[in-house]
């Protein structure tokens, strides 16, 4: 096909592969870059809502993730000595599913490759020229009417198109693993609940991602020398949680400790390159949107690109104008959620300002059925 367009896309993250399947729908031809030597994803489970399900939809990935994810019957609050402080129901038309990371990288992994991306691993990027090339450590240069910067929160895309950067750090980071869930794990309430344990000092949130698996993300001050170790300091966690002190120390080795930070970009494209996922608008994890985010944004940059047709720079344009708003109010939530303890006394968090991005119908899903 002689028009056919061609995008370059460093990192291969959810972001990645939702942007590079999203164009080969639209007839371009597409490649990622990944760094590591693997396709695969670091971190434990994660939360998907409404609006990334329609996103799965969109890609072709919806029916592997739903499948063996997790669709908790509430979300609750509770405090260090087990009683009930807040409670929430999300409903069908508001889906809140919890997952293993790998299961849903898993099953975008596959879309991806069905809707034939190229892939190539150890392929580290450095750079973007906004003329439409990636730059690889190797001295490759790889030319595209579009390249996309998906490399993540430390973004060397982002870097090098020296585009304005507003980095904020927050007090609070978590420590987040995968445990085996037992059949009698919880017995003062509905195991299958999602549920924050907040502590005067920690906070547990409890996250059963499947029968077997459950995803524990446990938030400390970054300052707390001694809670936020890994191997994690489990009489600490224990004495903070004796409901969970079982949960707890079946805890092994595992585990990573990161720090919350919301970075907000001048704009997210120069010339032929654009930004998306963590490298353009990475948020705190308190609202469960970030992947959420970079996908809906990968889709929608897909979408306005194939509207604005030969013209790249247009589309991107239509693209901000359409996609940022909702990100920003969402990196704002976010924020706000880490500094007030949203929740921690009682307050039920889920209103309609924090479950706007969840009810948001994503560009490119508006027909969608499910
Ligand atoms: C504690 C925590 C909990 C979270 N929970 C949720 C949740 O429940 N729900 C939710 O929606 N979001 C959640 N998020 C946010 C979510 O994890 C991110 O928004 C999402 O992973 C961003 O995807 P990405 O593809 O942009 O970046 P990444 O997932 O970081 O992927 C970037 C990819 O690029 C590769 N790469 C990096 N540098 C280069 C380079 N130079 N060249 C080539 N490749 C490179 C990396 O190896 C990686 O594969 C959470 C985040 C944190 C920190």
């Not at 809502?49 to 799965?56: D, F, P």
């Not at 596959?110 to 001295?139: C, K, M, Q, W, Y």
């Not at 750090?169 to 017995?187: A, E, P, Y």
Request: with cysteine; glycine share 10%.
């Amino acid at each position: 096909m002689a028009n056919r367009k061609h995008v370059e896309i460093a990192g291969g993250g959810f972001a990645g592969l939702a942007a590079a399947t999203a164009f080969r729908q639209r007839g371009w031809t597409a490649r990622i870059h990944e760094a590591a030597s693997e396709l695969r994803t670091f971190g434990a489970g994660i939360f998907i809502w409404e609006n990334g399900l329609r996103v799965l939809k969109a890609l072709g990935a919806y029916e592997a993730v739903v499948g063996a994810a997790h669709q908790a019957p509430g979300y609750e609050g509770r405090d260090s000595g087990d009683r009930q402080i807040s409670y929430h129901t999300f409903g069908n038309d508001c889906r809140m599913l919890t997952m293993t990371r790998q299961h849903l990288y898993s099953a975008m992994f596959a879309a991806a490759e069905a809707a034939g991306v190229d892939f190539e691993t150890n392929s580290e990027i450095v750079a973007a020229d906004p003329a439409g090339r990636l730059i690889g450590a190797d001295g490759r240069t790889h030319k595209a009417d579009l390249v996309v910067g998906a490399d993540g929160v430390n973004s060397k895309v982002r870097e090098s198109l020296d585009v304005a950067t507003k980095r904020t750090t927050f007090t609070h980071g978590v420590i987040r693993l995968l445990v085996g869930r037992r059949d009698r794990d919880l017995t003062s309430t509905n195991p299958d609940n999602v549920i924050n344990y907040w502590g005067p000092r920690l906070k547990v949130l409890y996250v059963p991602c499947n029968a077997d698996e459950l995803y524990l993300a446990m938030m400390v001050r970054k300052d707390d020398a001694e809670a936020r170790v890994i191997p994690v300091h489990k009489d600490i966690w224990s004495t903070e949680f004796p409901v969970l002190a079982h949960i707890i120390g079946r805890i092994g080795d595992q585990g990573r400790f990161d720090t919350y930070e919301t970075t907000k970009l001048d704009r997210m494209s120069v010339g032929r390159a654009a930004l998306v996922g963590d490298s353009a608008h990475p948020m705190p994890p308190t609202l469960g949107q970030g992947a959420g985010c970079a996908i809906m944004n990968a889709l929608g940059m897909a979408v306005a690109l194939d509207e604005a047709g030969d013209d790249i720079t247009d589309g991107l344009r239509l693209w901000e104008q359409r996609e940022r708003p909702l990100t920003e109010h969402t990196q704002d939530i976010s924020g706000q959620y880490v500094r007030a303890r949203a929740g921690s006394d009682g307050a039920n968090k889920w209103d309609a300002t924090a479950m706007r991005t969840a009810r948001h119908i994503p560009t490119g899903t508006a027909g969608i059925s499910f």
